[in-house]
């Protein structure tokens, strides 16, 4: 009995992160972007600009729109994952159509396109970690992430949105919308990439020092972060030296390297970017990527 309610809160939590995640979509292509002519890239950035082309409401001409990308999202990932996008994009479609009955939060492009932006990547990301997408370009970027896991899915998104809000200037014949829209792109693409991924940039530090057990033993009491030492021979003395190796977040790198030059002026210390950390503290090195 006690695992049936669980499974149940769990259901709950992932049908409402499905329904909140598309709201928040909806609101922002329905609130910011539709109502400026900014075509927010995806099948959505499509039916905008069919919209104006023919007398079909955005949000209607979306669900039809990802009635083939669905098939092919059904092939690719099976029933379970279409039941939720097509879920998703059920919601989707039909908030935008409720939501464009309101007059727009705002008529400057360039809030519009910030806000809505945000929104619309901020909406897709909750929804892509409730196992679900938001259908449209979704489904096709998540197939090409089953085959190049090392791109983002941010930047995937940016390159086939560039291709749709390019369609939009030739509709619109406004190269200001154009411009407006490419910013909406290129900020709902970061804002999704900081959801999905988090904020975990790092700095990955190695320190080379004759005092390394000192700097290790101060790194571990006062910043509790681990450590790793790594043998290391210089090439011109031969002489045997322990390396310190820790990665540590990008704020607080300042901190140690105040301990290194605390502790040893002379030591050697090579600073690089860590942009994905796995591990506690970090991400779950068994979470599938999204």
Not at 51 to 57: A, F, G
Not at 128 to 150: P, S
Not at 181 to 204: N, P, Q, R, W
């Amino acid at each position: 009995m006690p695992e049936r309610l669980s499974f149940d809160k769990k259901s709950l939590l992932y049908i409402g992160g499905i329904v909140l995640g598309s709201f928040i979509y909806a609101a922002g292509v329905a609130l910011f972007l539709d109502p400026n002519n900014l075509a927010p890239g995806g099948l959505i950035g499509i039916a905008v600009i069919l919209n104006r082309l023919v007398s079909i409401d955005t949000g209607t001409l979306y669900f039809i729109l990802n009635i083939p990308i669905v098939l092919l999202g059904w092939w690719k990932f099976g029933g379970k994952f279409i039941a939720s996008t097509f879920f998703a994009i059920l919601i989707n479609s039909v908030m935008t159509n409720k939501l464009a009955e309101f007059p727009p939060i705002t008529t400057d492009p360039l809030l519009a396109a910030l806000a809505g932006s945000i929104l619309v990547g901020v909406g897709i990301a909750i929804v892509f970690q409730c196992g679900a997408t938001t259908g449209g370009t979704d489904i096709i970027v998540k197939v090409l992430r089953t085959k190049y896991k090392h791109l983002k899915t941010g930047f995937l998104f940016l390159m086939t949105d560039i291709v749709i809000v390019s369609i939009s200037g030739l509709v619109f014949r406004d190269f200001n919308i154009v411009l407006y829209a490419f910013i909406a792109v290129t900020v709902s693409g970061k804002a999704m990439d900081y959801m999905l991924y988090g904020s975990d940039e790092a700095k990955l530090i190695y320190i080379i020092s004759n005092e390394a057990e000192r700097i290790a033993a101060r790194i571990l009491k006062d910043m509790d972060i681990g450590a790793t030492y790594l043998s290391g021979q210089g090439a011109y003395t031969g002489t045997d030296k322990k390396v310190i190796m820790c990665v540590v977040q990008k704020k607080r790198a300042p901190e140690l390297e105040d301990i290194v030059k605390h502790e040893d002026k002379d030591a050697f210390m090579i600073v690089s970017s860590a942009n994905e950390i796995y591990g506690e503290g970090y991400k779950n090195i068994l979470h599938e990527k999204i």
